[in-house]
């Protein structure tokens, strides 16, 4: 078990109605001015902006509102929310939505108390590394990507057709008002791609270089349990309150970094993904990882097989047969398959990419990344041209 420091300072408000509870929160903070950040419209039609702004009314905050985020973020809408939350002089930053949403936010709370340009803490090489951010309370509606509490942002440059990311802790939300209800009337597409991108950030922290860590290692494949059970039921009943209420507190803790205590972490997959949805921005990141996981482990199983197998006794209830490499195949392939149950896609085909694709892929991810990236096994240029070519459909 490697030393590590951990620290969780985000204040969870879980349940019904939750979000009207912003306003006397950010009254108690003393706080003066939100700027209430949000994406197309759905907060708009659903009633739950005007619910949030009407919180923050009755308690006396003032506040200015940023529409137009849009999925897999860009640096312009966070440019645009900086000059207008200097402009207005708040001190509160007020996202509501998926994790595209509450990362624009976080990009915003830092980029307002920087005087440069907010790329350059995403850039590469030489990034600017910011270390202070305004105060956030993030209200969550797709349980996904885990912001709420995350110490990471992720935002896209569409002109130098780039993803990247920062990492502090002060970019934690101080509060999340968490309401399962809002999640009712999200699509199918959503909210299993949602649950892929859960699992996935799981998977980093589970497939680690570090020797087994057991008490992370419960909580990992205790969730990964939890999440593919409820996920059934949502499959079975897409109104289910308490498969919502799970799923969204399992996005929470797979993301909050308690899988990881004590372990390093891998990310090589995610760093894979993120050049598929900046190349294409229409690929939802969930599905675009539901794809490129399982042809990262086929391609780094045998750095531990008996990882993997473990992975396919605890969370699939798969009987060893005593041939590691098979036991560990067998796992891989039933994560593909609980993907594909959810509706998630089985190949790069099915977002519209080519093998003609793969050349200017591996040259984004080795230029975003560096030419050796990963814990579990590090990639290199070869090896990600070998991981993506693996996850097209075969040719006859």
């Known amino acids: 078990m490697n030393d590590f420091e951990w620290t969780s300072p985000t204040q969870f408000v879980f349940g019904h109605s939750a979000e009207e509870k912003v306003g006397p929160w950010a009254s108690k903070q003393g706080l003066r001015k939100a700027i209430v950040i949000y994406g197309q419209g759905h907060v708009i039609r659903s009633g739950l902006l005007e619910r949030i702004c009407s919180s923050l009314d009755a308690a006396g905050i003032a506040r200015v509102e940023l529409g137009g985020v849009r999925p897999n973020p ?4 966070v440019r645009e929310g900086i000059e207008l939350a200097k402009a207005e002089g708040v ?15 976080k990009a915003i709370a830092a980029g307002s108390l920087y005087d440069g340009d ?16 305004l105060p956030i ?25 780039t993803k990247s990311s920062f990492h502090g802790d ?13 999640t009712l009337s999200l699509p199918a597409w959503q909210t299993f791609s949602g649950i892929t991108d859960m699992c996935a950030h799981i998977f980093e922290r589970f497939f680690s270089a570090t020797k087994d860590v057991p008490v992370s290692d419960g909580i990992a494949l205790s969730l990964l349990r939890s999440i593919r059970s409820e996920a059934n039921k949502l499959l079975a009943n897409p109104a289910d309150y308490d498969a919502r209420a799970s799923i969204m507190w399992a996005s929470t803790l797979a993301h909050n970094g308690i899988c990881a205590i004590g372990r390093s972490e891998d990310w090589a997959s995610h760093g894979l993904e993120h050049e598929l949805s900046a190349a294409k921005p229409t690929v939802t990141h969930g599905a675009g990882l539901a794809v490129i996981f399982p042809a990262w482990m086929r391609y780094v199983r045998k750095q531990n097989p008996a990882r993997f197998a473990l992975l396919g006794r605890e969370v699939f209830g798969l009987a060893p047969t005593g041939d590691a490499d098979s036991d560990a195949l067998a796992a891989i392939d039933q994560v593909q398959l609980f993907f594909t149950s959810l509706g998630m896609p089985r190949y790069l085909d099915e977002f519209g990419f080519t093998r003609e694709d793969v050349d200017g892929l591996v040259e984004s991810v080795a230029k975003t990344k560096g030419r050796r990236f990963g814990d579990f096994q590090k990639i290199t240029p070869e090896d990600a041209r070998a991981i993506y070519l693996s996850a097209f459909a075969p040719q006859d």
């Open 137 to 161: 309370a993030a209200v969550p509606t797709l349980p996904a990507a885990g912001s709420e509490s995350s110490d990471s942002v992720v935002i896209q440059n569409d002109q130098t057709r």
């Open 74 to 77: 860009e640096i312009e809408k």
């Open 91 to 105: 001190d509160l930053v007020v996202p509501v939505g998926g994790g595209s949403t509450i990362d624009t936010g």
């Open 170 to 182: 002060f970019v934690r939300p101080r509060v999340a008002f968490m309401n399962p209800e809002l």
């Open 118 to 133: 907010a790329w350059d803490f995403f850039r590469r090489p030489d990034p600017v590394t910011p270390t202070a951010a």
